[in-house]
């Protein structure tokens, strides 16, 4: 409809009387009715509930929406298995752990080729130890406190930081600013995966002279603040090749099924990917600063779990107004407020000094 395209504002409408409109999405919704029309896949999104997990904002819901992803609810409490139509299974900020059956079903799904996707809250890690335990198997270790970052930080405030990317691939995909704004982040160090098989690559961290603060210490060093960890899986097939004492021809065929069975073999790509602060899509960030890509990270971190998809989702243009996002604003203050006043001050000065001299 053409609100959906030219969006108004209903609640000025409706207690002001005044019709505004607060964004233009022709661009995303044509992209996602061709998107639509054209793709015979739909990916089957199941985000985990019980824990205290929040709820996905209209932001993040819309643009998975346009992108022909399917989302439902599932309760790891009341099944026994993950569904298999699960193409990707979503944890956002789980406040309370999973429980050892939970936990046993995710190394199942995972160790049978699963793609998991993972967004940490404002929780202390110690506090998670079954799902802390199954992200050290892939490599990730919690760090202890919160993240501050003087060098890349939002006017001053040292725990809302501007993270490094190093984004490559599918991932990169949309990507021109690498500005990424996250607060109140907990952080992970790399270590040695439980298994050879696994590799775990960092996509987001912190700068080196950022600090990890508890309320005892402080540990200085770059932070890992979202990872991917990969392992392939392949599942051989058990079938009989047949007797021994079977005459030529019999051999011939048990030869041929052998080697039809070796290339019927299937191998998985099983995918979990940890993002440390799921402030990254949090509506307060993604919606009052439009022009950085937080949106657009995740929504490629989510894509990169299915093969043959590309993210199409084009976020709305904000008709509002976009406030800017220096990084140290006390220098910027100081610049102009007190240097270029001083500037015209003194070139008004030596103007003035020659003329009186003339």
Not at 38 to 58: F, K, P, R
Not at 68 to 84: A, F, G, H, K, V
Not at 94 to 115: F, I, K, N, Q
């Amino acid at each position: 409809s053409f609100d959906d395209i030219l969006v108004p504002d209903m609640y000025s409408y409706y207690y002001y009387g005044s019709l505004s409109y607060t964004s233009f999405d022709g661009e995303g919704q044509l992209t996602s009715a061709v998107n639509y029309v054209t793709s015979d896949a739909e990916q089957v999104i199941y985000q985990v509930s019980g824990h205290g997990e929040q709820t996905l904002s209209t932001t993040i819901t819309d643009l998975m929406e346009k992108n022909n992803y399917s989302l439902s609810d599932l309760n790891l409490l009341m099944t026994t298995s993950i569904p298999e139509d699960c193409d990707l299974l979503l944890m956002y900020e789980p406040v309370t752990d999973l429980s050892e059956d939970e936990a046993a079903m995710l190394r199942t799904y995972l160790g049978e080729g699963g793609r998991v996707m993972i967004l940490m809250g404002d929780t202390n890690a110690l506090e998670l130890s079954n799902l802390e335990g199954i992200l050290e198997e892939y490599g990730m270790q919690a760090a202890d406190g919160y993240i501050a970052d003087p060098q890349r930080c939002y006017q001053g405030n040292y725990y809302y930081i501007f993270p490094e990317l190093s984004l490559t691939g599918e991932m990169a995909e949309g990507i021109s600013s690498e500005m990424v704004l996250l607060t109140n982040t907990h952080g992970m160090n790399l270590v040695d995966p439980q298994r050879d098989t696994i590799s775990t690559t960092a996509f987001m961290s912190s700068s080196e002279n950022s600090l990890a603060v508890t309320e005892t210490s402080q540990e200085q060093g770059s932070f890992t603040l979202g990872a991917v960890a990969e392992e392939t899986i392949t599942e051989s097939s058990d079938e009989d090749s047949g007797e021994e004492d079977a005459d030529s021809e019999d051999a011939e065929g048990a030869d041929s099924s052998d080697e039809s069975s070796s290339d019927e073999s299937e191998s998985r790509t099983a995918r979990l990917t940890v993002i440390s602060a799921g402030s990254l899509i949090d509506s307060q960030i993604t919606d009052s600063f439009t022009q950085l890509e937080n949106a657009q990270v995740f929504m490629n971190a989510v894509t990169a779990n299915f093969e043959g998809v590309q993210n199409l989702s084009i976020e709305p243009k904000s008709l509002s107004v976009e406030y800017n996002t220096v990084q140290h604003a006390g220098s910027f203050s100081i610049l102009v407020i007190f240097g270029i006043p001083a500037v015209v001050l003194l070139a008004g000065f030596v103007v003035w000094f020659r003329r009186r001299k003339a």
